[in-house]
């Protein structure tokens, strides 16, 4: 399949966005952090309105572009379903945020409910993707892959803008370790996934195009995360994801979030961008024509 990129850039900005947020929850509930509060939650907002102009450039019929929404189960109504709450929880945060004051804790109810809609935004996107026609798509791994962005890129930002205020480098250290842990080993676990899934695709024989006769059928042979234009991304993927494995565990050792947070966030963010990359390129039919 084409890589479609508006389509790439939103998913990532949305892990970025709902990642951010769930590590605010996560930070409220045990109280840590306050300080970071505001500016995470500020970050946690612009990235969502760049996902989602980004998604826009994906409808290329302005004239119609609200005709997507017109049934409840549609990926892009569900998508913007999830979008409107988690941006209800938002102001909510920012109410609280408010009248607590830099200083002030949040209660452990909108904390919980801060991490719930994160979770259910990420499983809400990745789920649009799912469709047994596209069996590299097709499973639950994929909604994990996500997840383990969303995890390693909100738990990197965190930190950084925590430090930024003088806060919380131990508890930071301990959310970066299994943030970008469970990225790397979902990333991993999602490329052999998608590599298994070439049995599922059919080889065809005989096939004739009009509009390009002289065009070879796809062979399902070439449909693999580890062979051709495909394996540079693949191995780009898995090797950021490792290199923010690395940044967690030396921003935990020195305490240092600076430098290792940001290097973290890079790292998780073009891990992300080149695992999408890799999921368009696998994106083929069960029966791979072109």
């Given at each position: 399949?084409?890589?479609q990129?508006?389509?790439?850039?939103?998913?990532?900005f949305m892990?970025?966005?709902?990642?951010?947020?769930?590590?605010?929850?996560?930070?409220?509930?045990?109280?840590?952090?306050?300080?970071?509060?505001?500016?995470?939650?500020?970050?946690?907002?612009v990235?969502?309105?760049?996902?989602?102009i980004?998604?826009?450039?994906?409808?290329?019929?302005?004239?119609?572009?609200?005709?997507?929404?017109?049934?409840?189960?549609?990926?892009?109504?569900?998508e913007?379903?999830?979008?409107?709450?988690?941006?209800?929880?938002?102001?909510?945060?920012?109410?609280?945020?408010?009248?607590?004051?830099e200083?002030?804790?949040l209660?452990?109810?909108?904390?919980?409910?801060?991490?719930?809609?994160?979770?259910?935004?990420?499983?809400?996107?990745?789920?649009?993707?799912?469709?047994?026609?596209?069996?590299?798509?097709?499973?639950?791994?994929?909604?994990?892959?996500?997840?383990?962005?969303g995890?390693?890129?909100?738990?990197?930002?965190?930190a950084?803008?925590?430090?930024?205020?003088?806060?919380?480098?131990?508890?930071?250290?301990?959310?970066?370790?299994?943030?970008?842990?469970?990225?790397?080993?979902?990333?991993?676990?999602?490329?052999?996934?998608?590599?298994?899934?070439?049995?599922?695709?059919?080889?065809?024989?005989?096939?004739?195009?009009?509009?390009?006769?002289?065009?070879?059928?796809?062979?399902?042979?070439?449909?693999?995360?580890?062979?051709?234009?495909?394996?540079?991304?693949?191995?780009?993927?898995i090797?950021?994801?490792?290199?923010?494995?690395?940044?967690?565990?030396?921003?935990?050792?020195?305490?240092?979030?600076?430098?290792?947070?940001?290097?973290?966030?890079?790292?998780?963010?073009?891990?992300?961008?080149?695992?999408?990359?890799?999921?368009?390129?696998?994106?083929?039919?069960?029966?791979?024509?072109?």
């Amino acid at each position: 399949m084409e890589l479609q990129w508006p389509l790439i850039l939103f998913t990532t900005f949305m892990a970025w966005s709902a990642g951010l947020f769930g590590a605010q929850g996560l930070y409220a509930l045990r109280g840590e952090g306050a300080k970071a509060q505001m500016s995470a939650l500020i970050t946690s907002f612009v990235l969502l309105v760049v996902g989602g102009i980004a998604v826009f450039m994906h409808l290329q019929h302005w004239e119609r572009i609200f005709n997507g929404f017109g049934h409840i189960t549609s990926g892009i109504t569900q998508e913007l379903i999830a979008i409107v709450v988690m941006v209800v929880v938002m102001v909510l945060f920012f109410v609280y945020l408010r009248r607590a004051g830099e200083e002030g804790a949040l209660p452990s109810w909108l904390a919980i409910l801060a991490i719930v809609v994160a979770v259910a935004l990420l499983i809400v996107c990745a789920h649009s993707y799912m469709m047994a026609s596209r069996p590299a798509w097709n499973n639950i791994v994929q909604i994990g892959s996500i997840l383990g962005a969303g995890c390693a890129l909100g738990a990197s930002t965190m930190a950084l803008l925590a430090q930024l205020k003088g806060e919380a480098a131990e508890y930071s250290g301990k959310v970066n370790l299994i943030g970008h842990g469970l990225n790397a080993a979902l990333t991993v676990i999602y490329v052999i996934v998608m590599g298994a899934s070439t049995s599922a695709f059919f080889s065809v024989a005989n096939w004739f195009d009009p509009t390009s006769p002289t065009r070879d059928v796809t062979s399902s042979a070439s449909l693999s995360p580890f062979a051709g234009d495909v394996l540079p991304f693949t191995a780009c993927a898995i090797i950021a994801a490792l290199v923010g494995v690395v940044a967690a565990y030396m921003g935990k050792k020195q305490g240092e979030w600076k430098t290792w947070g940001a290097i973290g966030v890079v790292a998780a963010f073009v891990a992300a961008l080149c695992l999408r990359v890799v999921f368009y390129q696998m994106g083929a039919s069960v029966f791979p024509l072109y």
